[in-house]
Nanobody
Framework: VQLQASGGGVVPTGGSLRLSCAAS????????MAWFRQSPGKEREFVAA????????DYADSIKGRFTISRDRAKTTVYLQMDSLKPEDTAVYYC?????????????????????WGQGTLVTVSS
């Protein structure tokens, strides 16, 4: 499976961006996909996850109500709509895929749960 992330950029505080993660080369039917982010000097942090089959979602508390994860079956693409962006949202954002969705949320929020990763896309929120 290959994941191609895109959509990062520079945006002012309060602005919006939409990230995309296009998946290819494998079946997504049983999978879970997620977005993580990493700032310099910090560990990779869970942002949001989606179950491909049902589109059920969960979010980190730090972004709940501001970010929305979704998926397009036909395009085999997962999106992260980011609104009301803050300077602390500045990070490299990575998409990830777990071939078999993990029903335990504690595992879904861990990078080690995911087998495939995109290359990362930089989001910079200016103050």
């Amino acid at each position: 499976v290959q994941l191609q992330a895109s959509g990062g950029g520079v945006v002012p505080t309060g602005g919006s961006l939409r990230l995309s993660c296009a998946a290819s080369g494998g079946s997504l039917g049983s999978s879970g996909m997620a977005w993580f982010r990493q700032s310099p000097g910090k560990e990779r942090e869970f942002v949001a996850a989606i179950r491909w089959s049902t589109a059920s979602t969960d979010y980190a508390d730090s972004i709940k109500g501001r970010f929305t994860i979704s998926r397009d079956r036909a395009k085999t693409t997962v999106y992260l709509q980011m609104d009301s962006l803050k300077p602390e949202d500045t990070a490299v954002y990575y998409c990830a895929l777990d071939p078999v969705y993990n029903v335990a949320r504690i595992h879904r929020s861990r990078p080690s749960n995911y087998d495939y990763w995109g290359q990362g896309t930089l989001v910079t929120v200016s103050s």
